[in-house]
């Protein structure tokens, strides 16, 4: 009797294994740890969570917690976003990345979701992770069966990161897919190969395959990537291209309450470029552009009027 008690525990246990298994391949949208909310969820009108979803655990998602309010004439565009130290977890931007979301978008960032007060860690990252978010936010899209079934604008797509992460956005920048670039605290190394183990191995040429309008954000010349970042700003003749600097190093404001300045920015940027935000587009445009009189900033233009 011992024996056909343990064996029909093993096969219940066996088929409750397998039906979870069948039914986390049928629901895309399975979320494989509790949404947390990061600070307050972010400043914007769609207070943001964050998770790793079951079906791309490499990846942390932050997104609205209500998605109700997209669908047809208003659709979330899509951030991918690389780390620094091209870590495989966004540990160090998580407050940036929760208040960009906020605002309306659908932001992934290589590494599954750090745990609570995380603060180093995760392995290293590869530009192929940006390109794997892309697929699998397009692919959401039309899936009926994923919360973001027809809530997705998979026509405006940014690329982005910070140090290394800002390597592997420039990258992946030359997917036809992608519509803008944020290139933060990083630029391409004079001598390709030069810098850490897993980082890009760019030269400057790469910079001729951009094709999109593109925003440098640099933490002034403390900052170990001004002069990279700078070089390539005056390099890049043929595509819409902005810079700007605040004097707080390779740092930026990403650890910041809903990540600081860079935040309020790359968000005017992303509104901009990705939602056909004229208002928030005034940051960057005219002579002078409403950042030029900023007291923390200093900027540069070119192919923008």
Aim: aromatic share 10%; net charge negative.
């Amino acid at each position: 009797m011992k024996f056909y008690g343990n064996f029909f525990r093993f096969l219940l246990s066996f088929l409750m294994f397998l039906s979870f298994g069948i039914y986390a391949q049928q629901n895309i949208s399975l979320i494989v740890n509790e949404p947390r909310v990061v600070e307050d969820g972010g400043t914007g009108d769609y207070s943001a969570i964050m998770y790793t979803d079951g079906s791309l655990i490499t990846h942390t998602i932050f997104r609205p917690m209500n998605l109700d309010v997209f669908g047809d004439q208003y659709k979330l565009p899509i951030i991918v976003w690389g780390n620094g130290a091209c870590a495989n977890s966004p540990w160090e931007h998580i407050n940036f990345l929760s208040e960009v979301a906020s605002h309306g978008f659908l932001v992934i960032a290589i590494g599954p979701m750090p745990h609570e007060g995380q603060e180093q860690g995760g392995g290293r990252s590869v530009s192929s992770q940006l390109t794997d978010a892309i697929d699998w936010a397009i692919a959401q899209s039309s899936k009926s069966e994923s919360e973001f079934y027809n809530k997705v604008d998979v026509s405006k797509i940014s690329v982005s990161g910070m140090s290394c992460g800002g390597l592997q956005a420039l990258e992946a920048a030359p997917d036809p897919r992608v519509t803008t670039a944020i290139i933060c605290n990083s630029g391409i190394l004079p001598n390709p190969g030069g810098g850490m183990p897993g980082m890009p191995a760019l030269s400057k040429d790469h910079l001729e395959k951009l094709h999109t309008p593109t925003l440098y954000l640099l933490g002034g010349e403390s900052d170990i990537a001004y002069n990279n970042g700078m070089d390539d700003f005056n390099r890049i003749n043929h595509v819409p291209v902005f810079v700007a600097n605040m004097d707080v190093g390779h740092g930026g404001t990403y650890r910041q309450p809903h990540g600081g300045e860079f935040a309020i920015i790359a968000t005017a940027w992303y509104k901009w470029q990705l939602k056909g935000d004229e208002k928030a587009g005034k940051m960057f445009t005219g002579n002078p552009c409403l950042l030029s009189k900023s007291e923390v900033w200093t900027v540069d233009k070119k192919n923008l009027q």
